[in-house]
C-alpha cells in the first residue's frame, strides 16, 4: 500500500472522519508507514510509549494480563482502528500488547510530532481527547460483555465486540474474526466444549461459519437481534 493510500484510509475512519479536512491534513501530514509482518509484536507491555497508530489493512490482536489466565486476547482490531493513543499522550509505558494476526500495514505517528502539533495548535489537544474517549466505547463493551451471567447470551455479545459493534454502529456483515475456539473461551470465561456447542448452534442458523483459527460471521444484524431479544 502506498502511502496516500493508507492516508485516505485514516481520513475515511470513524474518528477521524469526524473532523474537517485541515485537522486531517496536521495529523496524517505527520505519520509514517509501517509494515508489520503476521504474528510479529508491534509493542509489549511496559515497552516506553512511542507512536500513536492507525491500522490500514490487515488485522491486529490486543492482549491484556489477567490475575487467573495470564495473557488474554482482550481485542481484536481490523482496518480504520487507532490506538495507543493513552500512552503515547501520557509519556508513560505501554499497559496492553498488540500483535499482528495478519499481514499489518499501520500508520504510525510519532509522540515527538504530537508534541509539535499541540505546541502550535493547542485546540488539538481536544482532539486526540476525543480518540481516547472514542476507543473507552469499546474497552466498556468488553467488559459488559463479561457481567452477562447466560453464558450463550455472552458469548454472542463477545462475538459481536470482537467484530467491531459500537453502542451505535454494526459493522456490516460478513466478517471474520481471527480468533480459535480456545481463544474465544478464555475470552468469554467459559469452557471450550460450551463454545464449541454454541457456535454450531449458529452455524446451523446461518449466522456463523467455524473456519481454521477464525469464526465467520455471516449475518451480524441476526446476531445483534439474538442479543437484544435474550436481553
Known amino acids: 500500500m502506498q502511502l496516500q493510500n493508507a492516508t485516505e484510509v485514516a481520513r475515511a475512519s470513524r474518528w477521524l472522519s469526524q473532523f474537517d479536512r485541515r485537522t486531517q491534513d496536521l495529523i496524517c501530514g505527520r505519520m509514517r508507514l509501517v509494515s508489520l509482518p503476521r504474528n510479529r509484536m508491534l509493542f509489549d507491555m511496559e515497552d516506553a510509549a512511542t507512536d500513536i497508530y492507525c491500522l490500514v489493512s490487515g488485522c491486529a490482536v490486543m492482549t491484556i494480563p489477567h490475575p487467573v489466565q495470564g495473557v488474554v486476547n482482550a481485542h481484536v482490531m481490523f482496518a480504520g482502528r487507532w490506538f495507543g ?58 467488559a459488559v460483555d463479561l457481567l452477562i451471567v447466560d453464558p450463550r447470551l455472552r458469548l454472542y455479545s463477545r462475538l459481536l465486540t470482537f467484530a467491531g459493534r459500537l453502542l451505535n454502529h454494526l459493522p456490516e456483515s460478513p466478517v471474520a474474526i481471527p480468533v480459535t475456539q480456545e481463544e474465544l473461551a478464555v475470552a ?23 473456519g481454521y483459527r477464525e469464526i465467520r460471521i455471516l449475518d451480524v444484524g441476526r446476531l445483534d437481534a439474538l442479543v437484544r431479544e435474550n436481553r
Open 188 to 210: 468469554s470465561n467459559m469452557s471450550r466444549s460450551t463454545v464449541y456447542h454454541f457456535l454450531t448452534e449458529l452455524a446451523e442458523r446461518g449466522i456463523c461459519e467455524i
Open 85 to 142: 493513543e493513552p500512552a503515547a499522550l501520557g509519556r508513560r509505558p505501554r499497559i496492553i500488547s498488540v500483535f499482528a494476526r495478519r499481514n499489518c500495514e499501520l500508520l504510525a505517528l510519532p509522540q515527538s510530532k504530537v508534541a509539535e502539533l499541540l505546541k502550535a495548535e493547542p485546540a488539538l489537544d481536544w482532539v486526540f481527547f476525543n480518540l481516547m474517549a472514542w476507543n473507552v466505547e469499546e474497552y466498556l463493551l468488553h
